[in-house]
């Protein structure tokens, strides 16, 4: 299992794109606020989320609130920054990981990404390019990470191997 962890999430529809990569892979969503959208059912239900369902979503107040209901996450996280030291392909992602996100905007606190920086990692990219799209950097370490845990639970190989 995968826990996404997205810190201060601005733009919805990221977070909607997010939420359905959680719900293909059984990964589960931790929201820290402030948000910048509703997630109340009334709004998803009106956003068209119709697999919002599928996903295990957990809501926090702070970083400090989040560490304090999942003490585990310490020992077994991983930031995503553009400014980390090492590429992603160095992290060994274990089953029950952590990948913290920041938002848009700002990415990661400085003073968290300070406290981890032995845990930061990035995904390669141009010099000249700022950074990827939320909802694709989550995409593609989520996916990495199930890849080192052997795709548990996934259904790998569709309708096609039947023929």
């Not at 969503?29 to 997630?39: A, T, V, Y």
């Not at 553009?82 to 400085?110: H, N, V």
């Not at 406290?115 to 799209?133: D, F, G, Q, T, V």
């Amino acid at each position: 299992m995968v826990h996404i962890v997205l810190v201060e999430p601005e733009i919805p529809q990221n977070c909607g794109n997010i939420a359905r990569t959680c719900a293909a892979t059984g990964s589960v969503l931790h929201l820290i606020r402030p948000l910048g959208f509703d997630i109340s059912e009334k709004a998803v239900r009106r956003a068209g989320l119709d697999y919002w369902h599928l996903v295990e979503i957990h809501d926090y107040e702070n970083l400090d609130d989040f560490f304090r209901c999942n003490p585990q996450a310490a020992s077994n996280l991983w930031l995503a920054t553009t400014k980390a030291p090492r590429p992603y392909t160095e992290a060994a992602f274990f089953d029950g990981c952590y990948l913290f996100f920041g938002k848009e905007t700002a990415g990661l606190p400085l003073s968290f990404r300070r406290a981890h920086e032995e845990r930061c990692i990035r995904l390669p990219m141009r010099e000249e390019a700022r950074s990827l799209n939320l909802s694709n950097s989550v995409a593609i370490l989520t996916y990495e990470a199930l890849r080192q845990q052997g795709f548990p639970g996934l259904l790998d190989v569709g309708e096609m191997a039947e023929e």
